[in-house]
């Protein structure tokens, strides 16, 4: 081949006539179709192969009359956060079963970021979105939706219609491990809590606050860390906690990332075994 010369492409009807079989039984393979003989499809998907074919999905998409691209986008917060990888791994698996690729992206707690994700995604007609939302964006949630873009909102609470979220009950879960603290005799409980923009992070804290409230006694806000968002932050809140006067017997962290933190201060100071810890969410 000389310089300049590109190899033509190969198509479905080179396919089609390298195989022996028609144009049509090609496009039903190739597109995931029923109704073809195992050996039709074997022969279709070799040959396919070895001439190197590749499927134009966007030209597929125009093509149907639903316009479906098989692609969702997820938007999480970080894909780094050991949640965040667990949602995406999950997505993925059910989506594999469907036969649908997933697109991801970070939007690190910026509803900026947040809303070039969502421009870019359905931008390129991504059949639906699953969001992690950051709280600030739901007018353009909202837009997207009213476009006709099916969104589902994971793990924080959104008010727009026809937008479902799933999610936990954040404020008992948070209460119930308090109480259990209190009833394992603990008094001097710290808390440690995400930025108050999300709203998991406040439902978690009015939870926190509850179960003190369900006691008749005020919550020591000496023993309080709001507004963080990483482990080495939690780190250093529980450190301080521990070290300064009246140290709490027990951290309960509302978080992940903040229980790992926590957990490594503890280990830092050898209190491991002192100090009770609960974390919300699981962890690595």
Same mark, same amino acid.
């Given at each position: 081949?000389?310089?300049g010369?590109r190899r033509?492409?190969a198509?479905?009807?080179?396919v089609a006539?390298?195989?022996?079989?028609g144009?049509?039984t090609?496009?039903?393979?190739i597109n995931?179709?029923?109704?073809?003989?195992?050996?039709?499809?074997r022969r279709v998907?070799e040959?396919?192969?070895?001439?190197?074919?590749?499927?134009?999905?966007?030209a597929?998409?125009?093509?149907?009359a639903d316009?479906r691209?098989?692609t969702i986008?997820?938007?999480?917060?970080?894909v780094a956060?050991?949640?965040?990888?667990?949602?995406h791994?999950a997505?993925?698996?059910?989506?594999?079963e469907?036969?649908i690729?997933v697109?991801?992206?970070s939007?690190?707690?910026?509803?900026e970021?947040?809303r070039?994700?969502?421009?870019?995604f359905?931008?390129?007609?991504?059949?639906?979105?699953?969001v992690?939302p950051?709280?600030?964006?739901d007018e353009q949630?909202?837009?997207?939706?009213?476009?006709?873009? /099916?969104?589902?909102?994971?793990?924080?609470?959104?008010e727009?219609?026809r937008?479902d979220?799933?999610?936990v009950?954040?404020?008992?879960?948070t209460s119930s491990?308090?109480?259990r603290?209190?009833?394992?005799?603990?008094?001097?409980?710290?808390?440690?809590g995400d930025?108050?923009s999300?709203w998991?992070a406040r439902?978690?804290y009015a939870?926190f606050a509850?179960?003190?409230?369900?006691?008749g006694e005020p919550?020591e806000d000496?023993?309080?860390?709001?507004g963080?968002h990483?482990?080495e932050?939690?780190r250093t809140? #529980? #450190?301080?906690?521990?070290?300064?006067?009246?140290? /709490?017997?027990?951290?309960?962290a509302a978080?992940n990332?903040l229980?790992?933190?926590?957990r490594?201060?503890?280990?830092?100071?050898?209190a491991q075994?002192e100090?009770?810890?609960?974390?919300f969410?699981?962890?690595p």
């Open positions: 081949m000389q310089d010369e033509r492409a198509t479905m009807r080179d006539r390298q195989a022996g079989v144009l049509a090609v496009s039903r393979v995931g179709k029923p109704g073809v003989a195992p050996e039709l499809v998907t040959t396919a192969r070895a001439l190197g074919y590749r499927h134009d999905v966007t597929s998409s125009l093509r149907r316009r691209t098989a986008a997820l938007v999480l917060e970080d956060n050991p949640f965040a990888s667990v949602l791994r997505v993925e698996d059910a989506a594999r469907e036969g690729l697109l991801a992206g939007s690190d707690e910026h509803p970021r947040e070039e994700l969502v421009d870019a359905t931008l390129r007609r991504v059949d639906g979105l699953i992690v950051t709280g600030s964006t949630l909202a837009a997207a939706r009213g476009h006709g873009t /099916p969104i589902v909102c994971a793990d924080r609470l959104v727009i219609d937008v979220t799933v999610t009950d954040n404020r008992d879960g491990a308090v109480r603290l209190r009833a394992l005799g603990h008094r001097r409980i710290a808390f440690l930025l108050d999300i998991t439902q978690r939870g509850d179960a003190y409230a369900e006691a919550v000496r023993l309080v860390r709001r963080l990483s482990e932050a939690a809140a #529980t #450190t301080r906690l521990l070290t300064g006067g009246e140290p /709490p017997t027990a951290v309960f978080q990332l229980t790992m933190g926590a490594r201060a503890l280990q830092d100071l050898g075994e100090v009770a810890l609960i974390g969410d699981d962890f």
